[in-house]
């Protein structure tokens, strides 16, 4: 379909979601020329003032009902933050945790927000279009490398929308992950969370737990002999005292090449920091958690705007055209 059409057609279907809902909304507004996708809401009781955005888009292109359908799950799981999501403990875990904490929380709460859409029948068809964003977004980027931490958020944003019962088009690679036991914890809690406090303190507490962990070590090449018992020999037969291992010599460099955030002070442990066997005890520093897969379906979205079926010939991009930016709708 031209993408005139499919942009009518997210505006109405998002339009029969809220008469669906019985809800006062004081105003419903869609915005097609921004630079990026996202959602602006403000709650008063049972009010809700929204505002949908979405990339430019070319309206003489063609839109495929794949995208179309993408769009359409955007909007709603967007909107399921603007019915279920409270901001406040959120803000304030993100003011005082910083950014993988709050992507923590994003990967814990988009499951959650999703299944009370589908609980709430507001929208009937809102699974299988959750479950086809998700599977298109991993069909594009991939799954993620549950051996690298940063990427833990976005792990649970899949995993947790497979335990809500979508029919993931990847493997679950929790297992496979030094950290397993711990999300199958928060993925746990998180299911039985009824609000976003309660996916916040799971977040933190998960949080805790990680900075704790590290990734195991690489497996060591076995010695061709067991030492003598008393230590281990010198070159003219006799054996040293205590065995120390040679990585325990003066001068020997066991740094990990952690980062600066991976020092010994940063770490609270029992025993010095500077030995191999410590390494599991160790803490982890900011740096470790920097980066990593975005979470919300937005990213997907403003690229799948960018694709170059949205672009005229010349390659610069078309402005949206035969409609003013914003769409009011008010309902009595």
Request: aromatic share 8%; hydrophobic share 30%.
């Amino acid at each position: 379909m031209l993408a005139i059409h499919a942009k009518r057609g997210v505006e109405s279907t998002l339009e029969r979601i809220f008469n669906n809902t019985g809800r006062a909304f004081d105003r419903l507004e869609f915005l097609w020329s921004g630079t990026t996708a996202g959602i602006s809401f403000e709650r008063s009781g049972n009010a809700l003032r929204a505002k949908v955005i979405f990339p430019a888009i070319n309206e003489v292109a063609h839109v495929s009902r794949e995208r179309f359908n993408n769009l359409i799950a955007y909007a709603v799981h967007e909107l399921g933050h603007a019915w279920f999501t409270d901001n406040q403990p959120w803000d304030l875990a993100r003011r005082e945790h910083g950014g993988f904490v709050s992507n923590l929380i994003n990967g814990l709460e988009d499951p959650r927000i999703e299944r009370k859409v589908i609980e709430s029948g507001y929208a009937p068809n809102s699974k299988a279009l959750f479950e086809d964003l998700i599977n298109s977004v991993l069909k594009k980027d991939g799954y993620v490398d549950a051996l690298d931490v940063k990427n833990v958020p976005f792990l649970l944003a899949v995993e947790g929308r497979r335990l809500n019962g979508y029919a993931i088009n990847a493997p679950s690679i929790v297992d496979d992950a030094p950290w397993s036991a711990d999300l199958h914890w928060a993925l746990a809690q998180a299911q039985s969370a009824i609000n976003t406090q309660q996916i916040v303190d799971v977040a933190l507490e998960l949080y805790k737990r990680l900075q704790q962990t590290s990734e195991p070590e690489p497996p060591q090449p076995p010695d061709d002999e067991e030492p003598p018992v008393g230590g281990q020999p010198c070159d003219d037969g006799e054996p040293t005292e205590g065995g120390d291992q040679p990585s325990d010599e003066e001068g020997e460099d066991d740094s990990d090449g952690e980062g600066e955030g991976d020092k010994p002070s940063d770490k609270p442990s029992n025993k010095p920091a500077d030995k191999p066997s410590d390494k599991p005890n160790k803490g982890r520093g900011k740096a470790d958690f920097e980066g990593g897969r975005d979470v919300e379906p937005s990213d997907f979205i403003e690229r799948e705007m960018k694709d170059e079926s949205f672009v005229v010939d010349d390659g610069r991009p078309r402005p949206s055209v035969g409609k003013p930016k914003y769409a009011t709708f008010k309902w009595s």
